[in-house]
């Protein structure tokens, strides 16, 4: 009998709340640097805080694009690998988990026969990271799971693109 707990959206799925809060502090430096750039006064706050929400909406914009087109660019890899079955399957027992604390923002972690996995809530991938202490589907140790999996590089391991509970 297949008890699938997790496997990963083959369509891209977009944090619509962080990208919101980040258009809304977009907005906000936006109109202060308008407001201030039609001030006609040299050396004075107004022509600081132009200089400065300026600088911040340069930095936003770029960390914008930068963050979304890898975001793409990882779930178009780690998805085309999963539709082609190119990834790897582990099963065993859970060992050596490490929950993250419900208002932490650490890692989880978790190996099953020496194949090592971390996760957090924090760390947007495009694979599992939804720790145990926000509903996730990892227990802890002696659960008896099958991990599909695919390697992304040094930063960020193994990424967890399929979980199924075993008896």
Do not use: R
């Amino acid at each position: 009998m297949e008890n699938i707990l997790y496997e990963i959206p083959t369509n891209f799925e977009f944090d619509y709340f962080d990208f919101g809060f980040q258009l809304i502090l977009l907005a906000f430096l936006l109109t202060v640097f308008i407001k201030c750039k039609n001030k006609e006064y040299k050396d004075t706050p107004y022509e600081v805080i132009k200089v400065i929400s300026g600088i911040c909406l340069c930095f936003l914009v770029v960390y914008n694009v930068i963050d979304i087109a890898s975001s793409f660019d990882m779930h178009k890899k780690i998805a085309e690998e999963y539709e082609k079955g190119n990834y790897e399957i582990i099963d065993g027992v859970v060992e050596n988990f490490v929950p993250m604390p419900y208002e932490g923002k650490s890692i989880e972690s978790f190996e099953i026969n020496g194949v090592k996995f971390s996760y957090s809530d924090s760390i947007e991938i495009c694979g599992y990271n939804n720790a145990k202490s926000h509903g996730g589907v990892i227990e802890g140790n002696g659960q008896h799971l099958k991990i599909g999996y695919i390697y992304y590089d040094s930063s960020y391991g193994n990424i967890i693109v399929y979980i199924e509970q075993l008896e």
